[in-house]
């Protein structure tokens, strides 16, 4: 699949504009055998700086863990994106992401160091971001080690609202996590 088959789709997904605000992401990541080995919930605090989106993503795994991780995305052309990050947990993002959104769709890739067991796999991720009408997005990262499929991140997205933790457009209580 290329992004560029994306080009007329809407709604058009514009990084900077979707994520300048509170979002809020649900997800889990499963093995490549099917089986969940993760759930988590991710608060996210964007806002544009100059040329350079910034997201602050505070991530509460259900077992209790939590984890920050900050992005510095730039735009690098019509539809090219890069960025960087960092965390406070060990392993993390390693070197610069690159991608680019077409229409509804943004595919990101890079490169992280995942801690399993005590040690740290290099694994790369291939994120693909589609959004919906009515402001969600869905998106599928698939993590693999030199070609290998290790597992899938499967997430959703959505804006949530100023003054309260409820998704933008309908301002529902949010069930408590």
């Keep these: 699949m290329r992004v560029e088959e994306f080009a007329g789709s809407e709604p058009r997904f514009r990084l900077e504009e979707y994520f300048d605000g509170r979002t809020r992401a649900w997800g889990l990541f499963q093995d490549r055998f099917g089986q969940v080995k993760r759930q988590f919930v991710v608060d996210i605090e964007g806002r544009v700086e100059d040329d350079t989106l910034i997201l602050i993503e505070d991530f509460r795994y259900a077992d209790g ?68 009408p009515g402001g969600v997005v869905i998106n599928r990262a698939s993590v693999t080690k030199l070609g290998f499929e290790l597992g899938e991140a499967i997430i959703f997205f959505r804006q949530l609202g100023e003054d309260t933790d409820a998704p933008a457009e309908t301002q529902e209580a949010v069930p408590a996590h």
Excluded: C, K, S
């Design 65 to 132: 863990e939590t984890e920050q991780r900050i992005w510095r995305i730039r735009r690098a052309g019509e539809h090219r994106y890069v960025g960087t990050a960092e965390g406070d947990a060990p392993g993390g993002v390693v070197g610069q992401a690159t991608g680019a959104a077409y229409g509804n769709a943004f595919n990101w890739t890079y490169t992280y160091d995942l801690p399993v067991g005590g040690r740290t796999v290099r694994v790369t991720f291939d994120d693909w971001m589609f959004l919906q």
